[in-house]
C-alpha cells in the first residue's frame, strides 16, 4: 500500500551538504517509525536514523550525531534527511525503511540513493 521513494543523492567534496528525501506514496499508519540506514559496498548495513511519523522522536547513530538532521515535512509527505560536513566514510546506499513502533519488522523499503562524498 506504501510506497518509499528516495532522492536527493549525488557527489560531494568533503565538508558539502546534501539533502534526501524519503517520499511515501502512501500514507503510512501513525505508529510507523521512519528509519535511514546506508551501506557501502563490501558493509553490512548500518543505521543512520530515525523520525516516528509525527516527528515527535528522532534518533541519530554516534557517527552522524550533530551533522545530519532528520525532519518530517507534513506538507510534501516526506521524511528528509539534511547532512552537512560530509565526509568520505559517509559514503554509501541511503534507503529509508518504515516499520510500526512494536515491530522490528520493517514493511516498507525504498530503492535507496547513491551518496558518494570524495576527499
Known amino acids: 500500500q506504501v510506497q518509499l521513494v528516495e532522492s536527493g543523492g549525488g557527489l560531494v567534496q568533503a565538508g558539502g551538504s546534501l539533502r534526501l528525501s524519503c517520499a511515501a506514496s502512501?500514507?503510512?499508519?501513525?505508529?510507523?517509525?521512519i528509519n535511514w540506514f546506508r551501506q557501502a559496498p563490501g558493509n553490512e548495513r548500518e543505521f543512520v536514523a530515525f523520525?516516528?511519523?509525527?516527528?515527535?522522536?528522532?534518533s541519530y547513530a554516534d557517527s552522524v550525531k550533530g551533522r545530519f538532521t532528520i525532519s518530517r515535512d507534513n506538507a510534501k509527505n516526506t521524511v528528509d534527511l539534511q547532512m552537512n560536513s560530509l565526509k568520505p566514510e559517509d559514503t554509501g546506499l541511503y534507503s529509508c525503511?518504515?516499520?510500526?513502533?512494536?515491530?522490528?519488522?520493517?514493511?516498507?523499503w525504498g530503492q535507496g540513493t547513491q551518496v558518494t562524498v570524495s576527499s
Open positions: 525503511a518504515a516499520r510500526k513502533r512494536s515491530s522490528i519488522h520493517y514493511d516498507y
Open positions: 502512501g500514507r503510512p499508519f501513525s505508529t510507523y517509525v
Open positions: 523520525i516516528t511519523w509525527d516527528g515527535y522522536s528522532t
